[in-house]
């Protein structure tokens, strides 16, 4: 049962257009979510995060939203650029027992064109 | 470098051979993760630590899976008696918090049980 969910394998975007990216999850004591990017052969790294308290989170050209009560959350990159071609996994924490097991999506693959 | 480092890169063993995996956080960092990460799937949790602490191991498929953190630092995860199920991407993270909200990434070790 996966509790967060990807729904879309890959995702192309032109060169300077908006990237957005979605994410589905199913448990409602999640209260953290955050956004990895991984190129080939590298490890994940951490782009962006967003608290439950928010809905909007704003990183230079990343921002992340929030919808709880869909249970839903993207994230939005303006304008696409070359280097953001890359997987990109949403991930999710429950902490109210201290629960720090992050739990990830399956990841989206972004394809930006020239 | 800065990074969280794996050792080894690449590992082959025939089954039924015991395989010990190492990380070596980013110095300082308080929380270390263990992750397995098929093929088009995201990272799936195994275990983490707190310092030397193993705080939850629930993701470990079965009791051949084991890790440890004696010193707060190194990990090591091993596999004994492995098996060609058991092949995959082993990824370590390290967090500067016990909240493991932030998690820095290795470059795994990638496992094949022949």
């Known amino acids: 049962d996966q509790q967060v969910k990807q729904n879309s394998p890959s995702l192309s975007v032109q060169e300077g257009r908006i990237s957005i990216l979605n994410c589905d999850y199913t448990?409602?004591?999640?209260?953290?979510f955050l956004w990895y990017k991984k190129y080939p052969a590298e490890g994940p790294t951490f782009l962006i995060s967003i608290s439950s308290i928010k809905d909007k989170n704003e990183d230079g050209r990343f921002t992340v939203f929030l919808n709880k009560s869909a249970k839903h959350l993207s994230l939005h990159i303006v304008p696409s650029q070359p280097g953001d071609s890359a997987v990109y996994f949403c991930a999710a924490r429950g902490s109210r027992n201290r629960d720090d097991k992050i739990i990830f999506g399956k990841g989206t693959r972004l394809h930006i064109l020239p | 470098g800065a990074g969280v480092s794996q050792s080894p890169r690449y590992k082959v063993t025939k089954r039924g051979q015991d395989v010990a995996l190492r990380c070596d956080p980013i110095s300082g960092h308080v929380s270390l993760y263990w992750y397995r990460q098929a093929l088009g799937q995201g990272p799936e949790f195994l275990t983490y630590f707190n310092y030397e602490a193993q705080q939850d191991k629930s993701g470990l498929p079965n009791d051949r899976f084991s890790a440890e953190r004696p010193e707060g630092s190194i990990s090591t995860l091993t596999i004994q008696r492995t098996e060609q199920r058991d092949s995959a991407m082993y990824r370590c993270?390290?967090?500067?918090?016990?909240?493991?909200?932030?998690?820095?990434f290795g470059p795994g070790t990638r496992l094949t049980v022949l």
């Open positions: 993270a390290s967090s500067p918090s016990d909240l493991g909200n932030e998690q820095f």
């Open positions: 448990n409602s004591m999640f209260d953290y």
